[in-house]
């Protein structure tokens, strides 16, 4: 099993650009997490989804960040436009459906917003 | 507000002694709690998961407590090693599939 798979690595951008975190869960897994980790708020929770379908965004900081699971395999985290507070490493994490099924991670974007 | 706490934020051993990692909850109706470790530069892997029901769990060196009354689960490990130098987070969740996260323990041990 290749695990929750993340693209890019890096990413160095421009302030007000767009810029499209990508993620690909473990294969049969139901739940899909994005998360945001600063050293000043440790990991927060944006968004998750259940068989695809957004749960809860209450995490979403603003409209300026938008996710979508169009299949079981592929998921976005989008930021239009982008702002140097948004800087961070973003993680996106999948499990099994259900309250007692662990929680796997990506390797994590760095995201650096200049 | 349901809140989780790691303190101390960093700790220091010497190798092969024993040591325990501490976290509290606020909210007594927790689901499960998980510890993760947390390399430099990398995401975060699952260690061991405690459910509601059970006291504690074990994998290998490491040994993790669950104690709902007092808000408290520990992590023991056991003859600790330069490898196991990282950052160690615990998450609980409270009821719904979202974990809450402590701001982790800095571990070092020291050759």
């Known amino acids: 099993d290749a695990g929750v798979i993340q693209s890019p690595r890096h990413e160095v951008t421009e302030m007000g650009q767009e810029v499209t975190l990508r993620c690909k869960p473990i294969s049969g897994h139901n739940s899909l997490f994005w998360y945001r980790q600063t050293m000043m708020r440790g990991l927060e929770l944006l968004i998750y989804?259940?068989?695809?379908?957004?749960?809860?965004d209450s995490g979403m900081p603003e409209d300026r960040f938008s996710a979508k699971m169009p299949n079981a395999s592929f998921s976005t985290l989008k930021i239009q436009p982008s702002e140097p507070r948004d800087s961070a490493v973003y993680f996106c994490?999948?499990?099994?459906?259900?309250?007692?099924?662990?929680?796997?991670f990506g390797s994590g974007t760095q995201l650096s917003v200049l | 507000k349901q809140e989780v706490t790691q303190i101390p934020a960093a700790l220091s051993v010497p190798e092969g002694e024993n040591l325990v990692l501490n976290c509290s909850f606020t909210d007594s109706a927790i689901y499960n709690l998980q510890w993760f470790r947390q390399d430099p530069g990398k995401g975060l892997t699952s260690l061991l998961l405690i459910q509601s029901s059970q006291r504690e769990q074990t994998s290998g060196r490491l040994n993790a407590s669950l104690d709902k009354s007092s808000g408290r689960s520990t992590l023991y490990i056991a003859a600790s090693q330069p490898g196991d130098s990282a950052t160690y987070l615990c998450a609980a969740r409270f009821g719904n599939e979202k974990l809450t996260f402590g701001t982790g323990t800095r571990l070092t041990i020291i050759p």
């Open positions: 989804f259940n068989n695809n379908v957004p749960i809860d």
């Open positions: 994490a999948s499990s099994r459906l259900g309250r007692n099924e662990k929680l796997f």
